[in-house]
T-cell receptor, first 109, second 116 residues
Framework: GQNIDQPTEMTATEGAIVQINCTYQ??????LFWYQQHAGEAPTFLSY??LDGLEEKGRFSSFLSRSKGYSYLLLKELQMKDSASYLC??????????WGAGTKLIIKP | GAVVSQHPSWVICKSGTSVKIECRSL??????MFWYRQFPKQSLMLMAT?????????EQGVEKDKFLINHASLTLSTLTVTSAHPEDSSFYIC????????????FGDGTRLSIL
């Protein structure tokens, strides 16, 4: 079957760095997406990785290792507004998105 | 760019009413549109995938006659919840994508549906 695993909840301190991991097992792979979802709102697109390596976008970076079926989202200089759920999703061989359950990130002052 | 507009944002109505939700891609042509449902503190659940001009593909367990989807153009898809009941109360979110899976899905703001 197809499976995406990510931690349910993480806590970090304002100004610090946090890494949210995602492992996946899917039938085919056409890229991995990270989305941010604030409570009561729709998800917003953060990043897309299809090749191995690190993609950096300001305070957010996303890493992919296809051989390990592994990705992480790295958030630097954490701000209170970064408190949200972070969703990992993989595009499978049919270009269907397989969604993880999301990681709720709590930022403390 | 890549703006998706979803309307209405909130709906409160009586049991038995049919509710129509619109999803529009404002600045791109959406090859594919998706409809999701999300219950409080739970993950996104894909309900159906629709391509312009063809019938929607529904996920297992989603009733086609209950949730009618029309994707009449490359910029508009509608979801109609027919004869809604309290258990249909949920957060419904649409997303749209141009081309195939290399492109991200862009989400509308969602519709909060409350059936009394």
């Amino acid at each position: 079957g197809q499976n995406i695993d990510q931690p349910t909840e993480m806590t970090a301190t304002e100004g610090a760095i946090v890494q949210i991991n995602c492992t996946y097992q899917t039938s085919g792979f056409n890229g991995l997406f990270w989305y941010q979802q604030h409570a009561g709102e729709a998800p917003t697109f953060l990043s897309y990785n299809v090749l191995d390596g690190l993609e950096e976008k300001g305070r957010f970076s996303s890493f992919l290792s296809r051989s390990k079926g592994y990705s992480y989202l790295l958030l630097k200089e954490l701000q209170m507004k970064d408190s949200a759920s972070y969703l990992c999703a993989v595009s499978d061989s049919n270009y269907q998105l397989i969604w993880g359950a999301g990681t709720k990130l709590i930022i403390k002052p | 760019g890549a703006v998706v507009s979803q309307h209405p944002s909130w709906v409160i109505c009586k049991s038995g009413t049919s509710v129509k939700i619109e999803c529009r891609s404002l600045d791109f042509q959406a090859t594919t549109m998706f409809w999701y449902r999300q219950f409080p503190k739970q993950s996104l659940m894909l309900m159906a995938t629709s391509n312009e001009g063809s019938k929607a593909t529904y996920e297992q367990g989603v009733e086609k006659d209950k949730f009618l989807i029309n994707h009449a153009s490359l910029t508009l898809s509608t979801l109609t919840v027919t004869s809604a009941h309290p258990e249909d109360s949920s957060f419904y979110i649409c997303s749209a994508r141009w081309d195939r899976g290399h492109q991200p899905q862009h989400f509308g703001d969602g519709t909060r549906l409350s059936i009394l």
